[in-house]
Nanobody, 127 residues
Framework: QVQLVESGGGLVQAGGSLRLSCAVS????????MAWFRESPGKEREFVAA????????WYTDPVIGRFTISRDNAKNTVYLQVNSLTPEDTAVYYC????????????????????WGQGTQVTVSS
């Protein structure tokens, strides 16, 4: 049974930081691109970052470049998202997701390209 469980969200002041974690089980974690998305009230779920299954290649949406860092620990079956210099615009529910294809060579922006999702973790940034 595939499971993705996010943690690490919370309430933080603008300029603060959090480390989000996503622990996975039920599939060969080291064989899949993993990604983080976020969803704010009234907005569609949007891509935030992704990391390759090998060599640690990473991709980011422009608004988070230089502030967010995605990483993974294949020994712990966990993907992380370090979020720094947070602004109120970063307030959202953050979700981790698994790429639909094993050994995919490039990330995907669309929600439909990911087949398993966690339940989400809320990040709230106060001004």
């Amino acid at each position: 049974q595939v499971q993705l469980v996010e943690s690490g969200g919370g309430l933080v002041q603008a300029g603060g930081s959090l480390r989000l974690s996503c622990a996975v089980s039920g599939f060969p974690f080291s064989s899949y691109i993993m990604a983080w998305f976020r969803e704010s009230p009234g907005k569609e779920r949007e891509f935030v970052a992704a990391i390759s299954w090998s060599r640690g290649r990473t991709w980011y949406t422009d608004p988070v470049i230089g502030r967010f860092t995605i990483s993974r620990d294949n020994a712990k079956n966990t993907v992380y998202l370090q979020v720094n210099s947070l602004t109120p615009e970063d307030t959202a529910v953050y979700y981790c997701a698994r790429d639909r294809l094993m050994y995919s060579t490039s990330y995907h922006l669309k929600v439909d390209e990911y087949d398993y999702w966690g339940q989400g973790t809320q990040v709230t940034v106060s001004s």
